[in-house]
């Protein structure tokens, strides 16, 4: 039985669906009601409807005529000069379909073209502008040409908030028929941390079970730390209560099989939230960011967070 994704059996279909970037999706409703859309560029963090809104935006443009007009390449699948001067340009020089005004490229993962590939990609975007308009897509602009840049009207996407999150999510457990309590949905909402995609595909797992989608399911099907758990083993290291923040920490590597590089992240959201000193604090957080150099270069995570704990009692 084929099983569909939420992310893209939920996904807007009009710029008027989506939810949490109001001003950018005001400015392109405006480019769609002028049938006048420039090249853009789309930035932001991944699962905050970038790829969602040049689809919209396609669709709303173009209607009945948007599959002979539309074109999405990932840039990180082909990433040299090559799919410039192939797929891009074969796809640009041709007339649009029907009566749109032009069509429509979207190039996701753009900031993974090599510097060849972006470079060759401005001269065509400048031959080929009447009948084709190009929205490149990434997470960081600064790893976009600035020639490309000055061609481009740049929209910013910001990361999605937990109340945005939270409707679509209501929203979707209501038409899939889950049941999700206060705890779920306050998990799925710390785990995603404004991705959208990732609390979408959160809530699909933990509703697999046929349960009340709860905390702990979030938790064990996501392999993330419960933060009570972390702040547990924090507090304890504050106290000077080292036996008790090593047992803890033990407890979430070997018996939770939580992964030390994602540990270390959640212990650094967690240190955060803590009542300390700034001094103190500022200390901790920059052994933090040593730690999770050396857990990523392959150092042991145990020996390591067990070292950070240690700088928990001044």
Sequence with gaps: MEIDLWTEKHRPATLGDIVGQDSVVNRLQKFVEREAVPHC?????????????????????????FNRNFMELNASDERGINV?????KNFARSLPAGNAPFKILVLDEA????????????????????????????????????????????????????????????????KE??????????AILYLSNGDMRAAINILQAASSTGEIVTADIVFAISGRANPKSIGQMLGSAVRGDYNAAIMSLRQLIYH???????????????????????????????????????????????????????????
């Excluded at 560029?41 to 005529?65: C, E, I, N, V, Y």
């Excluded at 040593?290 to 928990?312: M, P, W, Y």
């Design 41 to 65: 560029l789309f930035a932001g963090p991944p699962g905050t409807a970038k790829t969602t809104a040049a689809m919209a935006l396609a669709r709303d443009l173009f209607a009945s005529s």
């Design 84 to 88: 410039v001067r192939n797929q891009i």
């Design 111 to 174: 900031d993974h073209l090599t510097s060849d590939a972006q470079h060759a990609l401005r001269r065509t975007m400048e031959s080929y502008a009447t009948s084709c308009r190009m929205i490149l897509i990434c997470n960081y602009a600064s790893r976009i040409i600035p020639p490309i840049q000055s061609r481009c009207a740049v929209f910013k996407f910001s990361r999605l908030s937990d109340d945005d999150i939270a409707d679509r999510l209501h929203h979707i457990a209501e």
């Design 177 to 186: 028929n889950v049941s999700i309590d206060g705890e779920g949905e306050n």
């Design 256 to 314: 939770e099989g939580i992964s030390p590089l994602d540990l270390i992240k959640q212990i650094h959201r967690e240190i955060l939230r803590l009542e300390l000193e700034n001094n103190l604090k500022m200390k901790i957080l920059e052994h933090t960011a040593d730690v999770e150099f050396r857990i990523a270069e392959g150092a042991n995570g145990e020996i390591q967070i067990s070292a950070l704990l240690s700088t928990f009692g001044g």
